[in-house]
Nanobody, 114 residues
Framework: QVQLVESGGGLVQPGGSLRLSCAASGSIVRINNMGWFRQSPGKQRELVAALTSGAITNYADSVKGRFTISRDNAKTTVYLQMTSLKPEDTAVYYC????????WGQGTQVTVSS
């Protein structure tokens, strides 16, 4: 069983930056394909960034150029560097395989507000 623990969220002003972390542990230590999702109240969870085992990245249009997904060499931690944050980026952020294969973690709240 894989456990995913997200951290790094918080309150930030518009234009600010945050870096989210996702630590994976359990029966599958190395995660090859991973993504970051977000969900805001009343909306469906959406995939905003994905990273393949070949280090290919994909981003939703809404975050392209502002968010960067990366992974540590041990492939046990995935990051999401978020810059130029906007109020519409406010959401709970989760990590998981792009197909949502693993049990969902608790997520980390990101609030962008002045």
């Amino acid at each position: 069983q894989v456990q995913l623990v997200e951290s790094g969220g918080g309150l930030v002003q518009p234009g600010g930056s945050l870096r989210l972390s996702c630590a994976a542990s359990g029966s599958i230590v190395r995660i090859n394909n991973m993504g970051w999702f977000r969900q805001s109240p009343g909306k469906q969870r959406e995939l905003v960034a994905a990273l393949t085992s070949g280090a290919i990245t994909n981003y939703a249009d809404s975050v392209k150029g502002r968010f960067t997904i990366s992974r540590d060499n041990a492939k046990t931690t995935v990051y999401l560097q978020m810059t130029s944050l906007k109020p519409e980026d406010t959401a709970v952020y989760y990590c998981n395989a792009p197909n949502g294969l693993y049990p969902w973690g608790q997520g980390t709240q990101v609030t962008v507000s002045s």
